[in-house]
Nanobody, 123 residues
Framework: QVQLVESGGGLVQAGGSLRLSCAAS????????MGWFRQAPGKEREFVST????????NYADSVKGRFTISRDNAKNTVFLQMNSLKPEDTAVYYC????????????????WGQGTQVTVSS
């Protein structure tokens, strides 16, 4: 019964920045890992970044390392994705994901998913 709600997507020019938020609500039995995956039209959903809720350990896809930063607010049960130096190839629907036992890069281990928020980067 955990619900994840993303916000913060939009249209931005190449080189610009966006900050995505994902708030977890409902019956949260255990938060172990949360993160972000994205899916462009005609492509598979791919890993972007994840964080271990307890330790703060972070994972990043090579394509976003150095440009994106994941963070969390424990009090608000919210995870953020700060996206800087955005490129047109970052255009996708960004999905928030959560797991009760996993915080790695494989999407199939995440049990909870938000509805997604569109990020469009113009050239």
């Amino acid at each position: 019964q955990v619900q994840l709600v993303e916000s913060g997507g939009g249209l931005v020019q190449a080189g610009g920045s966006l900050r995505l938020s994902c708030a977890a609500s409902g019956r949260t039995l255990r938060q172990y890992g949360m993160g972000w995956f994205r899916q462009a039209p005609g492509k598979e959903r791919e890993f972007v970044s994840t964080i271990n809720w307890g330790t703060g350990n972070e994972n990043y896809a090579d394509s976003v390392k150095g440009r994106f930063t994941i963070s969390r607010d424990n009090a608000k049960n919210t995870v953020f994705l700060q996206m800087n130096s955005l490129k047109p190839e970052d255009t996708a629907v960004y999905y928030c994901a959560g797991s009760t036992y996993y915080s790695g890069t494989q999407k199939n281990y995440y049990q909870y998913w938000g509805q997604g928020t569109q990020v469009t980067v113009s050239s």
